[in-house]
């Protein structure tokens, strides 16, 4: 207390005087300490610590990353494919158990998380929206009005920021086409409905999106090819209905069981209303059939009509609606010829926009109507399992710019040209190539498809290729280092030292 009796001794009152100090600061203390405890267990006190750090964790990010809104199924798949492909990214989720489960996560790099809800202006400012490092905003909540929000809030925060969103309501992507700037509206059964019709017209062409995608199971070796006949649709919701439309297109005669009345406007041959049983299924032509969609919004349903359904007819092509991840084994241990998992759909989606936005032109080339494409897409996949065989297939790709490439631009500054063909050639030996394929340059706006080894690359091009992982880190320290593309180009080793530059200047001189 700052009392002593020294050198003189207290009186009586005095140290009466000295013990009510003492215990009155005793007292403050206390109640200070106590203040101080409380304000640590404060909500809102957290809840602005988290914010600070979130932030600050953000600011300390100094390389491209995506802002994450919405850590379900779709936001952690996707998370993960980003983090493997060596990009950032910040989540905001207003579920806090999912924020704490993606802070117990081992990712390559770390991943911020806030507990907020995204589609404030305030939380998007502090996921760093109008951040120079930040590429895109990708809104995934499963609530549709609140990704429209946080579309329309980043649009308005930062005019150029890319903006993906998921949508399956088609009022909601026309508003979210109107924002301006570029937009990507990614409807997962929309998308799944595309698979299939390719998968009926081009099975080749399906095999090779899968095992691009990295599906489980994915082979380039043996390819599904859903029949042609009758077909059963049980539960026309969203998917029921675009799979329905595809079906169709492709001369496929579909009967439909769905516990809802029918609307007006639907032109379907045979549907029948009630749920899905073996009455039903027998009036729906099951013993005729050659295939069977279970489309319905719950996983115990659908894994029920397939059980149901092949008891009928075990010889069914099945396609199954797997709802939650958390149900995957059960839907493993069906052994349905396709599962379509919208929020795996939706994110395989998303990721491939990220991370290999010129890979729909190499697509679309693919599947354009002209002669030959069923034997290019033949060769392209012959060439795939040569390069990459079973490794794990990476789409990279790369920006020929002075930050991301300075071997190349250095040697165009200085007048040389440099070939397709010399950046892919392997170090090692540079009469081979490494193990990768190009599938797209984009250059001055426009896109060469599977670029010849002839092809002469400017500044500013953007090159998509398919490679295993050594392949990648081949290229990329080809594209980063003199002496190595000066070899690749030459055949001729450039000297290091400067008495080697030095000896071989007078050589020459001589």
């Known amino acids: 207390t700052g009392f002593g ?91 806090a158990e999912r924020i704490q489960a993606l802070k117990l996560r081992n990712y390559k790099t770390s991943v911020p998380g806030l507990t907020a809800d995204a589609s404030v202006p305030k939380h998007l400012l502090e996921a760093g929206v109008t951040n120079q490092y930040c590429k895109a905003v990708v809104a995934i909540t499963s609530n549709e009005d609140v990704n429209l929000k946080i579309s329309a809030v980043a649009r308005l925060l930062n005019p150029d920021i890319r903006i993906l969103t998921m949508s399956k309501v088609d009022v909601f992507e026309e508003t979210l086409a109107a924002l301006g700037g570029e937009v990507h509206i990614v409807d997962a059964f929309k998308t799944f409905a595309k698979v299939l019709g390719g998968c009926i017209n081009n099975p080749a062409f399906y095999a090779l999106n899968n095992w691009l995608v990295g599906d489980k199971g994915a082979t380039l070796e043996s390819y599904v090819h859903p029949p042609v006949g009758d077909w059963i649709i049980c539960g026309y919701g969203r998917m029921g209905m675009e799979a329905n439309h595809v079906l169709s297109m492709n001369g496929v005669k579909t009967a439909v069981i769905d516990p809802h009345s029918r609307k007006k406007e639907e032109e379907i041959e045979t549907y029948i209303e009630g749920g899905v049983n073996a009455n039903t299924l027998t009036q729906a032509g099951i013993e005729n059939a050659v295939g069977l969609l279970a489309a319905a919004n719950d996983d115990g349903q659908n894994l029920s009509v397939l059980l149901n359904a092949r008891s009928l007819n075990p010889n069914l092509f099945t396609i199954v609606r797997q709802n939650s991840h958390q149900n995957e084994l059960a839907f493993e241990k069906a052994n349905a010829d396709m599962i379509m998992q919208p929020t795996l759909v939706t994110a395989r989606k998303i990721l491939l926009l990220l991370i290999a936005p010129l890979l729909k032109h190499f697509f679309r080339y693919l599947l354009a109507e002209e002669p030959g494409r069923n034997v290019l897409i033949k060769h392209v996949i012959s060439t795939l399992q040569k390069k990459i065989g079973n490794k794990k297939p990476l789409l990279v790709t790369i920006e020929f710019t002075r930050e991301r490439s300075s071997a190349v631009i250095q040697c165009l500054d200085d007048g040389h040209d440099v070939l397709l063909g010399d950046v892919i050639s392997s170090p090692r030996n540079r009469d081979e190539d490494l193990d990768l394929m190009p599938f797209v340059i984009r250059s001055a706006g426009k896109e060469i498809v599977l670029p010849p080894n002839e092809y002469k690359i400017k500044a500013g091009d953007q090159l998509l290729f398919c490679g295993t992982a050594n392949a990648k880190q081949a290229l990329k320290a080809t594209i980063n280092n003199e002496y190595t593309l000066h070899y690749l180009r030459t055949g001729k080793y450039l000297q290091s030292s400067y008495f080697a530059q030095w000896f071989t200047r007078r050589l020459n001189n001589v």
């Open 5 to 95: 009796e020294i050198p003189f001794a207290f009186s009586n009152a005095q140290r009466l005087w000295a013990i009510v100090c003492l215990y009155v600061s005793v007292v403050t203390w206390f109640y200070a300490l106590g203040s101080i405890v409380r304000l640590f267990q404060n909500v809102l006190f957290k809840r602005a610590v988290d914010e600070l750090r979130f932030a600050l964790s953000v600011n300390r990010i100094v390389s491209p990353f995506y802002i994450i809104c919405g850590f379900g199924d779709t936001g952690s798949v996707l998370v993960r494919g980003l983090n493997d492909a060596g990009l950032h990214a910040v989540v905001i989720d207003e579920n």
